[in-house]
């Protein structure tokens, strides 16, 4: 089945640390995205991409890194910067950048220990 | 800059009854796009509708129908008899090129939205 895959699921990290989240889509779109979503807010970009080595910052990038090597895969670091990693972290892809609708994926939930 | 409001927060009601959730928009573009999507408990988003800044009609698919009026800048949402299962978070969003650069969807802060049996 075509989808975006995220994972994991739940994943808890120690201050200091940087972790990587993982997404993938075999739904052969050309742009992807990462946003942020905290309780009671809406979702804000940090990152998105709209070819294979290419990506932009998005409204909240302070603290997180990301690549784009492949088509497939679009993962997203938080480093030891973010000063409040702890959300809930959605991952999206889209025809085209932006006008079509975007495919999430199940999310991943981070947590800081 | 754009932004998306979606004033109401949570909304509950009694299964069956109609309820509306609000979505007021801004932008300077005269191009963009809305959408609705729909967040279960389980996390994904799932998309409901998208809806270009030059179609003013009025959309229904089943029990659900969209009201887009450019004059007010909104863009509800109807969901006619509700059910238990249409219980969620929905989120309006816009996208569109204010400034020459796409950057993806602008979300609103999202309505809970509570069917009770």
């Known amino acids: 089945d075509g989808g975006i ?18 997404c993938e889509q075999n739904l052969n779109h050309d742009a992807m995205y990462w946003y942020r979503q905290d309780p009671g807010q809406g979702l804000r970009l940090i990152y998105y991409s709209q070819i294979v ?8 990038a302070e603290g997180y ?35 079509t609708e975007a495919f999430f994926g199940q999310g991943t939930r981070l947590t800081v220990v | 800059a754009q932004k998306v409001t979606q004033a109401q927060t949570e909304i509950s009601v009694v299964e069956k009854e109609d309820v509306t959730l609000d979505c007021v928009y801004e932008t300077r573009d005269t191009t963009y796009y809305l959408f609705w999507y729909k ?24 029990r659900y129908s969209w009201n887009f009026q450019k004059s007010t800048s909104s863009f509800n949402f109807t969901i006619t008899a509700s059910q238990v299962v249409d219980s969620a978070v929905y989120f ?26």
């Open chain 1, 53 to 60: 080595n290419d990506f932009q910052k998005g409204d909240i």
């Open chain 1, 5 to 22: 895959t995220q994972s994991p699921k739940y994943l808890f990290r120690k201050e200091g640390q940087n972790v990587t989240l993982s």
């Open chain 2, 39 to 62: 967040q279960p408990p389980s996390g994904e988003l799932v998309f409901l509708i998208r809806r270009n800044s030059f179609d003013e009609q009025n959309e229904i698919s089943g």
């Open chain 1, 65 to 99: 890194s990301v690549s784009r090597e492949k088509k497939e895969s679009f993962p997203l670091t938080v480093t030891s910067a973010q000063k409040n990693p702890t959300a809930f972290y959605l991952c999206a892809s889209s025809i085209l950048l932006g006008d």
């Open chain 2, 92 to 117: 309006c969003a816009l996208s569109g090129r204010s400034g020459g650069g796409a950057d993806g969807l602008t979300f609103g802060k999202g309505t809970h939205l509570i069917i009770q049996p």
